[in-house]
């Protein structure tokens, strides 16, 4: 007897000439929690997308108990027992708990029967659920413990589980391993994605690593360490950095007194009294789990929202609260948003241009009114030159870039314009980890020339890594802050999970 | 099994080619309109397309005609550009005409180079003017600018109506609806003698070249470009994006002033009631199958223009009524949007089976 559930063999796909999934194949045995691991870009969602229904592979097979399987749509999944977890909630944000939960399913059934179902499954794995509660009321966790019985209500024999915890606080992130491991108790099967390294080692069995588009090995879990799987998922050892506080001066570049702002919208964040001080060449990090107030605050910052802000903001103590984006700009404040394509950058302009998106003060980028285009351009090879962008030339659209390279042309463009403060938000969101690691070099090497940055970011590792200061930011309230060097991570867990004092 | 699949990046050179595909698509549904209607389609389309322009007095005409649409057409570009859906030009081209139109009649029997200078910015003050008012309700109570401007092109037809049939009436025009006619300083030089082609066509020409530069060469046109594409950065940018509306209206309503006081004082040479064919409504069509682009916008006008000659040969020689023109410009937009789904979709024709 064949001991796997589900046999990928030899799966392929090409996206527009890039090859998201080379000849992926692996096994996953009945009732255990397999591990996909891999960075951003590796090929993971590809491949479980295929699994799922959602793409065609462009060849390979995919046996479920030993008989082969070809889904062309969710919906097939579903009835063959496949059940998925999306990263991003696909919830409609303004209905009830039950109104989801009834949307997602292929039966048509009253919501008494369904409130019958739910209570079995609710207490079968402690997944307590308010049907009546509108989504935008919960918390991430809660958003998720739907999304997990919107899956269950269908009797799935396999949960695919992408990314779950990257919402999590880590006290959630437990809650959710209790009940995957109830799951399997009952006999489920759980394919979970990750790039989270202590997640593999802790809560699953085996794991299948990823690296662009190919399978490195399949191997279990308990012989791994943390140092071993990294390896393998990386391929090469990213230099780690040590925290050097030796950069920073006495002089406070930017300050905010007791900003508060208050926006009577149930799906923003109201700021509360947040307070920081920034020195010159410091690196200051805001941690904190998505949609605490992180891209509220943002806005604040960069000028794109404000009004009705109380509170002061100064830039070397001069008050700034009011200043438009233009006007901070001229101080030589620098931005790098969250967004790339649409914000930070616009897809359908090639790099010269974008250059022009950011023109800072004593820019030769044009006189009178008038662009003067060598100029831009080679400021545009110069970016792509020194921040290693991997395009090429200048004249490239930036929607023909990878998310790692167009936001190592984005932060570039802002570094080049020699910003007293740069303000970033995610610097290293969807990029792949070679990127990632220059991004961050790229970042401090800004902070010992005397610029002082602003990081807001959810991944907590990226923070450790680079800043010299901590602070969470939970339900738009912002903490004091922590040194980088003596932090105590529980505590910032703790914190991260809204309890701030 | 023929399926829609999106391309991933759009195609450039379906971009350019969507529009002449939008007008072949015309001729061909024209051909067949002309079929069921009893004619001989390549008769019809001859007469309809080619004909009005086999000489040079039509050819002349077709200028006189593409004139106004290139103009407005240019100047609407700057609104469009920017997402901002000014479709009022017929009113703007008619503040125009009465500003302008108003000098012409209060110095008709004077004689003097600096009329028809005065007259032309009249013109454009008065076409930018009306066009601040959908721009100041938008950026102080956004507004709609789609209702605001499109409602005050019908109060500034209803102003010219009142004015042709009230004050400004000709004393000595036995009560029609018409001013007294502006004096030979007032007028449109022509180009070539015996022809209607005038020198609005090179005014046309030299605000196309200044918009053209405009767009490829300046910061203004960055900014509009990127306010266009994407309202996110160029907030991000810092661009003062009540600045960007006041210029781009205040642009396109000047230039419909232009075409408005280009029609007065050069074919028609008095106000009255039917001072343009719908000239600022066709603009929109004008501007869309140009995609934007002053070398398009030049080579759509000259396309529409014909089918305003068109209309006018099939009603002479065809007894088809002339709105039929209106048919075809219809259709064109309607193919061009049609055809843009290419743009960013490719057609695929599969076999069935497996994936």
């Not at chain 1, 794995?125 to 739907?146: R, T």
């Not at chain 1, 269908?154 to 391993?177: G, K, N, R, W, Y």
């Amino acid at each position: 007897m064949n001991p796997y559930l589900i046999r990928i063999e030899n799966i392929s796909k090409n996206y527009s000439g890039v090859l998201a999934n080379n000849n992926v194949s692996f096994n996953i045995r009945k009732g255990k929690i397999h591990a996909l691991l891999g960075e951003n870009g590796a090929g993971k969602s590809t491949i479980v997308k295929i699994l799922y229904g959602l793409i065609a592979p462009d060849k390979g097979d995919i046996f479920l108990n030993n008989t082969k399987i070809v889904f062309k749509t969710p919906s097939e999944a579903k009835l063959q027992g496949i059940g998925m977890v999306f990263q991003h909630f696909s919830l409609f944000e303004s209905l009830t708990v039950s109104e989801n939960l009834i949307l997602g399913i292929e039966e048509k059934i009253s919501f008494d029967q369904l409130k019958n179902k739910v209570k079995v499954i609710s207490e079968k794995y402690d997944l307590s659920l308010n049907l009546d509660s509108p989504i935008n009321n919960l918390s991430a966790g809660e958003k998720q413990s739907v999304e997990i019985v919107r899956a269950l209500l269908q009797e799935p024999e396999i949960l695919i589980m992408d990314e779950p915890t990257s919402v999590l606080t880590p006290i959630e992130a437990e809650v959710l391993f209790s009940t995957l491991k109830k799951l399997i108790k009952e006999g489920k099967t759980i394919l979970y994605i990750t790039h989270k390294l202590e997640e593999v080692i802790k809560n699953c069995e085996e794991v299948t690593i990823m690296r662009n588009g190919n399978v490195i090995t399949t191997c279990a879990a308990s012989g791994e360490t943390k140092e071993s799987l990294a390896l393998k998922m990386l391929g090469y050892k990213v230099n780690s950095q040590i925290t050097d506080y030796s950069s920073i001066s006495e002089e406070l570049l930017i300050s905010a007194k007791n900003l508060n702002k208050k926006f009577n919208d149930p799906f923003l964040t109201d700021l509360n009294n947040i307070s920081f001080d920034v020195y010159k060449g410091e690196i200051f990090g805001i941690a904190g789990v998505a949609g605490n107030g992180q891209r509220e605050l943002m806005e604040l910052l960069t000028g794109e929202n404000i009004g009705k802000v109380d509170g002061k903001l100064t830039f070397k103590n001069k008050e700034i609260t009011n200043f438009t984006t233009k006007q901070r700009r001229d101080l030589g404040i620098g931005f790098v948003p969250e967004d790339r394509l649409g914000h930070s950058a616009i897809p359908e302009l090639s790099l010269s241009e974008n250059i022009l998106l950011s023109n800072f003060p004593n820019n030769n980028f044009s006189k009178f009114g008038i662009l003067n285009f060598k100029e831009i351009e080679l400021q545009a090879k110069n970016v792509i030159k020194e921040f290693n962008v991997k395009a090429p030339n200048q004249e490239t659209f930036a929607m023909n870039l990878s998310g790692g390279n167009l936001q190592k042309f984005v932060i570039g463009r802002e570094i080049k314009s020699n910003p007293q403060i740069l303000i970033v938000f995610q610097p290293t969101w969807g990029v792949d980890a070679g990127a990632e690691s220059f991004i961050k070099e790229s970042l401090i090497k800004l902070s010992k020339e005397g610029t002082s940055l602003i990081i807001i970011s959810q991944d907590l590792d990226e923070l450790i890594e680079i800043t010299h200061k901590i602070s969470v930011i939970s339900k738009g309230s912002l903490s004091k802050h922590f040194k980088t060097r003596s932090l105590d991570i529980k505590k910032l867990g703790i914190m991260m999970g809204g309890v701030i004092d | 099994m023929i399926k829609i699949v999106p391309r991933g990046n759009s195609s450039k050179s379906m971009f350019i080619f969507a529009p002449f595909l939008s007008v072949i698509f015309t001729l061909i549904t024209a051909s067949i309109i002309f079929f069921i209607m009893g004619y001989n389609p390549i008769e019809a389309i001859i007469i309809f397309f080619y004909s009005p322009i086999s000489n040079l007095y039509g050819i002349s005409e077709l200028l006189v005609k593409a004139t106004p649409l290139c103009l407005i057409a240019i100047g609407l570009s700057f609104c469009f550009k920017n997402n901002l859906y000014n479709i009022g030009a017929e009113g703007q081209l008619t503040m125009g005409a009465i500003f302008g139109g108003g000098i012409g009649i209060y110095f008709y029997d004077v004689s003097s180079f600096l009329i028809l200078p005065a007259m032309i910015i009249a013109g454009a003050i008065g076409g930018a003017l009306w066009a601040m008012i959908p721009a100041i309700l938008k950026t102080k109570f956004n507004t709609n600018e789609i209702l605001t401007s499109l409602m005050l092109a019908y109060v500034a037809l209803l102003i010219l109506d009142y004015l042709v049939v009230g004050p400004w009436r000709d004393p000595e025009g036995f009560n029609f609806p018409k001013t007294r006619g502006f004096g030979e300083s007032g007028r449109m030089p022509v180009l070539y003698q015996g022809l209607r082609v005038h020198f609005g066509l090179i005014i046309t020409l030299i605000l196309v070249f200044i918009s053209y530069f405009i767009y490829s060469k300046t910061i203004f046109g960055y900014q509009l470009k990127v306010s266009g594409y994407s309202p996110r950065a160029a907030k991000f940018a810092g661009y003062n994006k009540n600045y960007l509306i006041f210029s781009a209206f205040a642009i396109s309503g000047a230039f419909a002033g232009i075409a408005g006081i280009g029609e007065v004082s050069g074919p028609i040479g008095l106000l009255y009631r039917d001072i343009s064919p719908n000239y600022g409504f066709t603009a929109i069509i004008v501007c869309f199958l140009g995609r934007l682009d002053p070398l398009g916008i030049i080579l759509a006008s000259l396309v529409i223009a014909l089918t305003y000659l068109g209309a006018e040969d099939a009603q002479l020689f065809l007894r088809i009524p002339a709105a039929v023109g209106f048919v075809f410009q219809g259709l064109v937009l309607f193919f061009l949007l049609g055809t843009d789904l290419l743009v960013n979709f490719k057609i695929k024709v599969k076999e069935k089976h497996g994936y």
